[in-house]
Antibody
Framework: QVQLVQSGAEVKKPGASVQISCKAS????????IHWVRQAPGQGLEWMGV????????GHAQKFQGRVTLTRDPATSSVYMELSSLTSEDTAVYFC??????????????WGQGTTVTVSS | IQMTQSPSSLSASVGDRVNITCRASQSISGYLHWYQQKVGKAPKLLMF???NLQSGVPSRFSGSGSGTDFTLTISSLQPEDFATYYCQQSYSPPRTFGQGTKVEIK
Protein backbone atom coordinates (compact mmCIF):
# COMPACT_ATOMS: atom_id res chain seq x y z
CA GLN A 1 0.00 0.00 0.00
CA VAL A 2 0.99 3.62 -0.42
CA GLN A 3 2.91 4.83 2.60
CA LEU A 4 5.61 7.10 3.91
CA VAL A 5 7.62 5.67 6.77
CA GLN A 6 9.79 7.99 8.83
CA SER A 7 12.80 7.29 10.99
CA GLY A 8 12.55 7.10 14.76
CA ALA A 9 12.57 9.67 17.53
CA GLU A 10 15.68 11.73 18.16
CA VAL A 11 17.08 13.54 21.19
CA LYS A 12 19.65 16.21 20.41
CA LYS A 13 21.63 18.83 22.29
CA PRO A 14 21.38 22.51 21.40
CA GLY A 15 23.63 23.37 18.47
CA ALA A 16 23.55 19.88 17.03
CA SER A 17 21.99 18.73 13.77
CA VAL A 18 19.34 16.12 13.14
CA GLN A 19 18.55 14.12 10.04
CA ILE A 20 15.17 12.49 9.51
CA SER A 21 14.39 10.04 6.73
CA CYS A 22 11.13 9.46 4.90
CA LYS A 23 10.87 6.27 2.85
CA ALA A 24 8.20 6.04 0.18
CA SER A 25 6.59 2.83 -1.01
CA UNK A 26 3.62 1.71 -3.07
CA UNK A 27 3.84 4.44 -5.72
CA UNK A 28 6.19 5.96 -8.28
CA UNK A 29 8.65 7.95 -6.19
CA UNK A 30 9.31 10.62 -8.82
CA UNK A 31 5.63 11.47 -9.36
CA UNK A 32 5.20 13.24 -6.02
CA UNK A 33 6.81 16.13 -4.21
CA ILE A 34 7.74 15.47 -0.60
CA HIS A 35 6.94 18.26 1.84
CA TRP A 36 8.17 18.63 5.40
CA VAL A 37 5.82 20.01 8.03
CA ARG A 38 6.47 20.32 11.73
CA GLN A 39 4.31 20.75 14.81
CA ALA A 40 5.65 22.07 18.09
CA PRO A 41 3.97 20.78 21.27
CA GLY A 42 0.42 22.09 21.47
CA GLN A 43 0.87 24.20 18.34
CA GLY A 44 -0.33 24.16 14.74
CA LEU A 45 1.22 22.92 11.54
CA GLU A 46 4.22 24.74 10.10
CA TRP A 47 5.43 24.16 6.54
CA MET A 48 9.21 23.85 6.30
CA GLY A 49 10.13 22.94 2.76
CA VAL A 50 9.68 20.70 -0.26
CA UNK A 51 11.77 18.57 -2.58
CA UNK A 52 11.01 17.36 -6.09
CA UNK A 53 12.37 13.81 -6.29
CA UNK A 54 12.48 14.07 -10.09
CA UNK A 55 15.16 16.71 -10.28
CA UNK A 56 16.27 17.36 -6.70
CA UNK A 57 14.99 20.95 -6.72
CA UNK A 58 14.01 22.26 -3.33
CA GLY A 59 12.17 25.13 -1.69
CA HIS A 60 12.18 26.27 1.91
CA ALA A 61 10.30 28.58 4.19
CA GLN A 62 12.39 31.68 4.71
CA LYS A 63 12.46 30.97 8.43
CA PHE A 64 14.58 27.86 7.82
CA GLN A 65 16.84 29.22 5.09
CA GLY A 66 20.42 28.18 5.75
CA ARG A 67 19.43 25.62 8.39
CA VAL A 68 17.45 23.02 6.47
CA THR A 69 18.80 20.68 3.80
CA LEU A 70 16.56 18.39 1.78
CA THR A 71 17.98 15.52 -0.23
CA ARG A 72 16.66 12.41 -1.92
CA ASP A 73 17.92 8.96 -2.87
CA PRO A 74 15.97 7.54 -5.83
CA ALA A 75 17.63 4.15 -5.34
CA THR A 76 15.84 3.69 -2.03
CA SER A 77 12.86 6.02 -2.65
CA SER A 78 13.88 8.00 0.38
CA VAL A 79 13.98 11.68 1.23
CA TYR A 80 16.08 13.18 3.99
CA MET A 81 15.61 16.39 5.98
CA GLU A 82 18.54 17.75 7.93
CA LEU A 83 18.04 20.64 10.35
CA SER A 84 21.12 22.25 11.84
CA SER A 85 21.92 24.59 14.74
CA LEU A 86 19.10 23.16 16.81
CA THR A 87 17.55 25.10 19.67
CA SER A 88 14.81 24.20 22.12
CA GLU A 89 12.34 25.86 19.75
CA ASP A 90 13.00 23.09 17.24
CA THR A 91 11.46 20.54 19.62
CA ALA A 92 8.54 19.26 17.57
CA VAL A 93 7.04 16.40 15.64
CA TYR A 94 8.26 16.44 12.05
CA PHE A 95 6.09 15.03 9.27
CA CYS A 96 6.78 14.27 5.63
CA UNK A 97 3.87 14.35 3.19
CA UNK A 98 3.50 13.83 -0.55
CA UNK A 99 1.84 16.00 -3.18
CA UNK A 100 1.43 15.17 -6.86
CA UNK A 101 3.97 16.95 -9.09
CA UNK A 102 1.48 17.34 -11.95
CA UNK A 103 -0.73 19.79 -10.10
CA UNK A 104 -0.83 21.66 -6.81
CA UNK A 105 -4.61 21.17 -6.71
CA UNK A 106 -4.62 17.81 -4.96
CA UNK A 107 -3.28 18.57 -1.50
CA UNK A 108 -0.94 16.46 0.61
CA UNK A 109 -2.72 13.14 0.46
CA UNK A 110 -0.33 10.77 2.24
CA TRP A 111 1.60 11.59 5.40
CA GLY A 112 4.36 9.89 7.33
CA GLN A 113 3.71 8.86 10.91
CA GLY A 114 5.80 11.71 12.32
CA THR A 115 9.19 11.83 14.01
CA THR A 116 9.59 13.42 17.42
CA VAL A 117 12.70 15.55 17.83
CA THR A 118 13.55 16.72 21.32
CA VAL A 119 16.25 19.34 21.79
CA SER A 120 17.51 19.46 25.34
CA SER A 121 20.77 20.02 27.14
CA ILE B 1 -0.06 34.30 2.14
CA GLN B 2 -1.62 34.35 5.60
CA MET B 3 -4.43 31.91 6.34
CA THR B 4 -6.85 32.76 9.16
CA GLN B 5 -9.36 30.27 10.49
CA SER B 6 -12.37 30.95 12.63
CA PRO B 7 -13.32 30.04 15.17
CA SER B 8 -10.15 28.83 16.89
CA SER B 9 -12.25 26.35 18.80
CA LEU B 10 -15.87 25.34 19.11
CA SER B 11 -18.01 23.06 21.23
CA ALA B 12 -20.71 21.07 19.49
CA SER B 13 -22.93 18.08 20.05
CA VAL B 14 -23.24 14.90 18.05
CA GLY B 15 -25.62 15.58 15.19
CA ASP B 16 -24.88 19.31 15.01
CA ARG B 17 -24.03 21.10 11.78
CA VAL B 18 -20.60 22.69 12.03
CA ASN B 19 -19.03 25.36 9.85
CA ILE B 20 -15.35 26.31 9.93
CA THR B 21 -14.14 29.23 7.88
CA CYS B 22 -10.75 30.01 6.41
CA ARG B 23 -9.75 33.36 4.96
CA ALA B 24 -6.67 34.01 2.82
CA SER B 25 -4.84 37.32 2.90
CA GLN B 26 -5.01 37.43 -0.91
CA SER B 27 -6.84 35.51 -3.59
CA ILE B 28 -5.77 31.88 -3.85
CA SER B 29 -8.35 30.89 -6.46
CA GLY B 30 -9.40 27.36 -5.45
CA TYR B 31 -6.03 26.17 -4.17
CA LEU B 32 -7.30 25.42 -0.69
CA HIS B 33 -7.25 22.13 1.17
CA TRP B 34 -8.65 20.92 4.49
CA TYR B 35 -7.03 18.47 6.91
CA GLN B 36 -8.24 16.72 10.04
CA GLN B 37 -5.81 15.91 12.81
CA LYS B 38 -6.51 13.79 15.85
CA VAL B 39 -4.30 13.89 18.92
CA GLY B 40 -1.01 12.11 18.39
CA LYS B 41 -1.73 11.37 14.74
CA ALA B 42 -0.62 12.74 11.38
CA PRO B 43 -2.99 15.09 9.56
CA LYS B 44 -5.43 13.52 7.14
CA LEU B 45 -6.54 15.16 3.89
CA LEU B 46 -10.31 15.71 3.87
CA MET B 47 -10.96 18.09 0.97
CA PHE B 48 -8.77 19.25 -1.89
CA UNK B 49 -9.20 22.18 -4.23
CA UNK B 50 -11.78 23.72 -1.92
CA UNK B 51 -14.72 21.46 -2.67
CA ASN B 52 -13.46 18.03 -3.66
CA LEU B 53 -13.92 15.18 -1.20
CA GLN B 54 -10.83 13.04 -0.76
CA SER B 55 -11.40 9.35 -1.43
CA GLY B 56 -12.71 7.53 1.61
CA VAL B 57 -13.87 10.64 3.46
CA PRO B 58 -17.53 10.54 4.58
CA SER B 59 -19.98 12.62 2.58
CA ARG B 60 -21.04 14.58 5.67
CA PHE B 61 -17.94 16.66 5.00
CA SER B 62 -18.18 19.33 2.32
CA GLY B 63 -16.23 22.39 1.29
CA SER B 64 -16.98 25.59 -0.56
CA GLY B 65 -15.46 28.90 -1.52
CA SER B 66 -12.98 30.49 -3.86
CA GLY B 67 -10.76 33.53 -3.92
CA THR B 68 -10.22 34.46 -0.28
CA ASP B 69 -13.09 32.90 1.66
CA PHE B 70 -13.63 29.20 2.23
CA THR B 71 -15.81 27.03 4.44
CA LEU B 72 -15.62 23.46 5.68
CA THR B 73 -18.99 22.06 6.71
CA ILE B 74 -19.74 18.93 8.69
CA SER B 75 -23.44 18.31 8.14
CA SER B 76 -24.03 16.04 11.14
CA LEU B 77 -21.17 15.82 13.61
CA GLN B 78 -20.18 12.30 14.60
CA PRO B 79 -18.14 11.18 17.64
CA GLU B 80 -15.13 10.44 15.44
CA ASP B 81 -15.12 14.00 14.06
CA PHE B 82 -13.88 15.58 17.26
CA ALA B 83 -10.44 16.75 16.17
CA THR B 84 -8.52 19.79 14.99
CA TYR B 85 -9.07 21.01 11.44
CA TYR B 86 -6.57 22.96 9.35
CA CYS B 87 -6.83 24.76 6.04
CA GLN B 88 -3.78 25.07 3.78
CA GLN B 89 -3.13 27.01 0.59
CA SER B 90 -1.11 25.72 -2.35
CA TYR B 91 -1.52 28.78 -4.59
CA SER B 92 2.02 30.03 -4.05
CA PRO B 93 5.06 29.21 -1.96
CA PRO B 94 5.58 29.07 0.91
CA ARG B 95 2.71 26.74 1.60
CA THR B 96 0.85 28.04 4.62
CA PHE B 97 -1.62 26.56 7.06
CA GLY B 98 -4.32 28.16 9.10
CA GLN B 99 -3.85 28.12 12.86
CA GLY B 100 -6.37 25.32 13.31
CA THR B 101 -9.90 24.93 14.65
CA LYS B 102 -10.39 22.53 17.54
CA VAL B 103 -13.79 20.85 17.56
CA GLU B 104 -14.69 19.67 21.05
CA ILE B 105 -17.58 17.77 22.59
CA LYS B 106 -20.28 19.94 24.15
Amino acid sequence: QVQLVQSGAEVKKPGASVQISCKASGYTFTNYFIHWVRQAPGQGLEWMGVINPRDDTTGHAQKFQGRVTLTRDPATSSVYMELSSLTSEDTAVYFCAREHVVSNSYGMDVWGQGTTVTVSS
Amino acid sequence: IQMTQSPSSLSASVGDRVNITCRASQSISGYLHWYQQKVGKAPKLLMFAASNLQSGVPSRFSGSGSGTDFTLTISSLQPEDFATYYCQQSYSPPRTFGQGTKVEIK
